[in-house]
């Protein structure tokens, strides 16, 4: 769900970022369908989460929120991390949040045709009420979040997300600043390395 942050990390290709973007809505051999660009995109964002599964620090947010959320905690610490990521960007980007999002989503636009079924189902939404923008507000936290909560099939307390993440608003940031840093290099490293994808099962 840190829609933010895999675009962010996949740089000025405009290919890699759409295979990044759409990659959870790729399963199997559907990504022999797109471009090798594309794939590139999408074989990134499966390492990324990988990457991002496996670092301690993350480890000890997910450790944190799971008694509260259960197995919605790693939804949870994507949604936190892309706050983060929003609420700082200009540490991260020359160029305003708000000019990078609109230029984001003027290039998925362009290329809706490509778009699998369940992103174009998601993403108009997301651009009327420009979710990467609002991130950066905790009212915006909340409003993904308790949406989130009204689609999930069980009892997810995440609409009280929000408020844990208020709570301990300077711990959760913390552990962003120490971990992000790690995840752009991760990512600059492997951008240079994938070569052409073979399909993930």
């Known amino acids: 769900m840190?829609?933010?942050?895999h675009i962010f990390l996949s740089g000025p290709d405009t290919e890699l970022m759409i295979g990044n973007f759409i990659a959870d809505a790729v399963r199997g051999k559907q990504i022999l369908q797109f471009s090798e660009g594309i794939q590139r995109g999408i074989v990134l964002h499966r390492e990324i989460d990988a990457y991002t599964d496996m670092n301690n620090v993350?480890?000890?947010?997910?450790n944190r929120l799971r008694p509260e959320f259960g197995k919605y905690a790693p939804v949870i610490a994507d949604?936190?991390?892309?706050?983060?990521?929003?609420?700082?960007?200009?540490?991260?980007?020359?160029?305003?949040?708000?000019?990078?999002?609109?230029?984001?989503?003027?290039?998925?636009q362009q290329n809706w045709q490509i778009l699998p079924e369940?992103?174009?189902?998601?993403?108009?939404?997301?651009?009327?009420?420009?979710?990467l923008?609002?991130?950066?507000?905790?009212?915006?936290?909340?409003?993904?979040?308790?949406?989130?909560s009204r689609r999930t099939t069980f009892v997810s307390g995440m609409?009280?997300?929000?408020q844990e993440l208020k709570k301990?608003?300077?711990?959760?940031?913390?552990?962003?600043?120490?971990?992000?840093?790690?995840?752009?290099?991760?990512?600059?490293?492997?951008?240079?390395?994938?070569g052409n994808p073979k399909p993930l099962q």
């Not at 993350?58 to 997910?62: L, Q």
């Not at 369940?118 to 979710?131: A, D």
């Not at 609002?134 to 949406?147: D, K, P, R, V």
């Open 118 to 131: 369940r992103v174009k189902q998601f993403l108009p939404h997301m651009m009327q009420h420009n979710w």
């Open 159 to 162: 609409e009280n997300a929000a």
């Open 133 to 148: 923008l609002s991130y950066a507000e905790l009212h915006g936290i909340n409003q993904a979040l308790t949406g989130l």
């Open 58 to 62: 993350v480890a000890e947010t997910k």
């Open 2 to 5: 840190n829609y933010l942050a």
């Open 168 to 194: 301990h608003y300077e711990l959760y940031d913390q552990e962003f600043r120490l971990f992000f840093p790690e995840l752009i290099a991760f990512s600059q490293s492997r951008i240079s390395d994938i």
């Open 79 to 108: 949604i936190y991390y892309d706050h983060f990521l929003a609420a700082n960007f200009k540490a991260f980007s020359k160029q305003p949040l708000r000019t990078f999002t609109e230029e984001k989503y003027s290039v998925l």
